[in-house]
């Protein structure tokens, strides 16, 4: 089992900047990918970056250039830097993870409000 803890979410005005954190525990050692999601009220869930454990990253278009997702294996943490975000950012952000070995299985975090207005 793979449990995901977001934070850092909150209000943040256009064109500034917001870390969220994504703590992973449990059996990290069989992650092979982790991202961050977002779902806006009456939208899908949507992928906004990941990252593999080999450390190749994918963005949404929406984001390439002002989102960075980035890992730190020590603290067993991946983290989505959001620069100059729009107001169309605004949406619950959730952490993903897909692990296993022979069996591939997700877990999600519980998500993490991010509001983007001045």
């Known amino acids: 089992q793979v449990q995901l803890v977001e934070s850092g979410g909150g209000l943040v005005q256009p064109g500034g900047s917001l870390r969220l954190p994504c703590a992973a525990s449990?059996?990290?050692?069989?992650?092979?990918?982790m991202g961050w999601y977002r779902q806006a009220p009456g939208k899908e869930r949507e992928l906004v970056a990941h990252?593999?454990?080999?450390?190749?990253?994918k963005y949404a278009d929406s984001v390439k250039g002002r989102f960075t997702i980035s890992r730190d294996n020590a603290k067993n943490t991946v983290y989505l830097q959001m620069n100059s975000p729009k107001p169309e950012d605004t949406a619950v952000y959730y952490c993903?993870?897909?692990?296993?070995?022979?069996?591939?299985?997700?877990?999600w975090g519980q998500g993490t409000q991010v509001t983007v207005s001045s």
């Open positions: 993903n993870a897909v692990w296993g070995t022979t069996q591939m299985f997700s877990s």
């Open positions: 449990g059996s990290i050692f069989s992650i092979n990918v």
């Open positions: 990252i593999t454990s080999g450390g190749s990253t």
